[in-house]
């Protein structure tokens, strides 16, 4: 594919819903798999929603309101409007992650506002400008389980990649993340720039929040950049 390129000036909803197992919820999904472009630009709004009810208190969901990944060449994002991604799992099983051993039987959700993805990172970018009017939140809610919610990732590389790629985050509006839950383990973090071997930043002219809640018991992480 010789680029991939999304404009969005109107609204973009995408929803998944699932009472047991597992829902995925991707707003806008702009991928070059080989060689170039990336390019994604969102001057409306775009919202990704991801539920599972689980009585049994173990499934997956994940949701994403922007996933732009291009394999050799520059990956980029450009939001001036508003980005929203939110993902919840029920179940009643009152268990403790990480102390009653429920990894792997308890709810595993996540949730990304915007991820920018260069695969190689060879001399390439991946890049996001969020605007002064750009909003991008991630939610992540979970009664018993392990809860990740992420506003934004810039990513060059990866761990089995190249060199001397970047990754590029300016924000002039608004980045939030949220990770909430009764018995669990959250994470929550509002940006990441991330670069192998290559040159990672966030230029932050705006606001950005990362925020966990445990109403219960569990363990929590958040953080802003």
């Known amino acids: 594919v010789y680029g991939a390129y999304v404009t969005n000036?109107?609204?973009?909803?995408a929803t998944a819903t699932a009472e047991d197992g597992a829902a995925f919820a991707n707003g806008v999904w702009n991928v070059?798999?080989?060689?170039?472009?990336?390019s994604t630009t969102n001057n409306g709004d775009i919202?990704?929603?991801a539920s599972i009810g689980n009585d049994q208190g173990y499934g997956v969901a994940e949701a994403i309101g922007i996933y732009n990944y291009s394999y050799l060449y520059d990956s980029s994002v450009v939001n001036n409007g508003t980005v929203s991604a939110s993902v919840s799992a029920g179940g009643t099983y009152d268990s403790t992650p990480y102390t009653?051993?429920?990894i792997g039987?308890?709810?595993q959700i996540s949730a990304i506002g915007v991820a920018v993805i260069n695969y190689v990172g060879y001399y390439s970018s991946a890049s996001l400008e969020n605007g002064v009017d750009g909003v991008i939140s991630a939610t992540a809610t979970v009664h018993t389980g392990i809860a990740q919610a992420y506003g934004a990732l810039a990513v060059a590389g990866t761990a089995n990649?190249?060199?001397y790629g970047s990754a590029e985050i300016t924000n002039d509006g608004s980045i939030s993340a949220s990770a909430s839950g009764q018995y669990a383990g959250l994470n929550a973090t509002g940006a990441r720039a991330f670069?192998?071997?290559?040159?990672?930043?966030?230029?932050n002219n705006g606001d950005i929040?990362?925020?966990v809640r445990i109403d219960e018991a569990g363990f929590g992480v958040s953080t802003g950049v």
């Open 100 to 102: 009653d051993g429920c």
């Open 195 to 203: 670069a192998v071997n290559g040159d990672a930043s966030i230029v």
């Open 9 to 13: 000036d109107g609204g973009v909803s």
């Open 105 to 107: 039987d308890c709810n």
């Open 32 to 38: 070059a798999y080989f060689f170039g472009v990336a």
């Open 47 to 49: 919202t990704a929603t």
């Open 161 to 163: 990649a190249y060199f």
């Open 209 to 211: 929040s990362a925020t």
